[in-house]
């Protein structure tokens, strides 16, 4: 039995990560590692949209749109760093996707280090009642 919630899916994400860092290295471009992290979902099977837009609502009423790097499977948002230092912003960012969107997972990648840095993400405040897989 898995011991997170989307275990396998978060796994195939953090394993093409890796493959992508430690083929190219730290010291490109974001874009750079997007379009690679894309093939490599394509390799391992993984649906998934690039820059996929969701609208942000406030007390019931769309006042925006953000653009999650991936959105993996319906149910994951991927936020793709290529950083020296992960800032508390960062996070804060990918954890207010999370809520924006209702999701319950997401992870963000940070490519910009020596090593990939990998961190996974719930939302405390997901609501299962508001929301069933998104299509993509």
């Known amino acids: ?3 997170f919630k989307y275990e396998e899916i978060t796994k195939k994400i953090i394993g093409a990560a890796m493959t992508v860092h430690s083929t190219l290295g730290n010291g ?14 394509r390799k391992c099977g993984l649906q998934f949209v690039r820059e996929f837009s969701m609208p942000i609502f406030y007390d ?12 993996v499977e319906g149910v994951i948002s991927v936020e793709l ?5 992960l ?21 963000l990648l940070n490519f910009g280090a020596v090593s990939l840095e ?5 939302n405390p405040k997901f609501n299962p ?3 069933s897989k998104k299509s993509i």
Not at 81 to 85: D, G, L, Q, S, T
Not at 118 to 122: N, V
């Open 28 to 41: 490109f471009q974001e874009v750079i590692y997007q379009r690679a992290v894309e093939i490599e979902f």
């Open 87 to 107: 800032e508390k912003a960062h996070f804060s960012q990918a954890r207010n996707y999370l809520e924006a969107y209702n999701l319950e997972v997401g992870l």
């Open 118 to 122: 990998y961190k996974r993400l719930e």
């Open 60 to 71: 019931g009423e769309q006042i925006g749109e953000r653009r999650v790097d991936f959105f």
């Open 81 to 85: 760093k290529a950083r020296e230092i």
């Open 129 to 131: 009642n508001l929301t």
């Open 1 to 3: 039995m898995p011991q």
